[in-house]
C-alpha cells in the first residue's frame, strides 16, 4: 500500500492492514451481515489476537513492523448481536466490532496496545517514523 502511493520526494506515507487471528484462523472483513454474524457467534466469551502490520515511507526509505495485542470477547448473546448488526458497524472492520464504537460493550479486556485494536498502533508508528527521522511527537 505504501509503495503504491508514495513520492518520491520528503512526504511521509503511512500505510496499515488490520487482521484477527482466532486460533489461526484470520477474520478479516466481514462479506456481508450473515458473515459478520458468524465472526462474532466465534468470538463470543474467546480470545483472540490482533495483528496490523505498518509500513512507513520517506525518500526510498522504508520501515514497517507488526504490533500484535490480545483481546477478550465478552459473551455475546442474540439479542445484543441482533442490536449490534443492526448498526451497520461490524461490516468494515477486521473480525466485525469496533473497539472505538459501539462493538466495545462486547471487549471484556484488552491486553497491549488499544490503539492497535483500532487499526494504527500509534507506538510502533512513531518508532517507525523514528527511524526515519522523523518526529511525530515533537
Known amino acids: 500500500k505504501a509503495l503504491a502511493v508514495a513520492d518520491d520526494d520528503d512526504t511521509l506515507t503511512i500505510a496499515a492492514d488490520t487482521t484477527v487471528d482466532l486460533d489461526g484462523e484470520i477474520l478479516g472483513k466481514p462479506t456481508d451481515p450473515d458473515d459478520a454474524r458468524r465472526m462474532l457467534k466465534r468470538l463470543s466469551g474467546r480470545a483472540h ?79 517507525l517514523a523514528r527511524r526515519l527521522d522523523v518526529d511525530l511527537v515533537a
Open 49 to 127: 489476537y490482533v495483528h496490523t502490520g505498518v509500513a512507513v515511507l520517506r525518500a526510498g526509505r522504508l520501515e514497517s513492523g507488526v504490533d500484535e495485542t490480545r483481546v477478550q470477547m465478552a459473551p455475546i448473546g442474540d439479542h445484543a448481536l441482533d442490536w449490534y448488526l443492526g448498526t451497520g458497524e461490524p461490516l468494515d472492520k477486521a473480525g466485525a466490532y469496533a473497539l472505538q464504537g459501539a462493538g466495545a460493550v462486547f471487549v471484556a479486556r484488552v491486553s497491549g496496545s488499544v490503539s492497535n485494536v483500532i487499526g494504527l498502533p500509534l507506538t510502533l508508528l512513531v518508532e
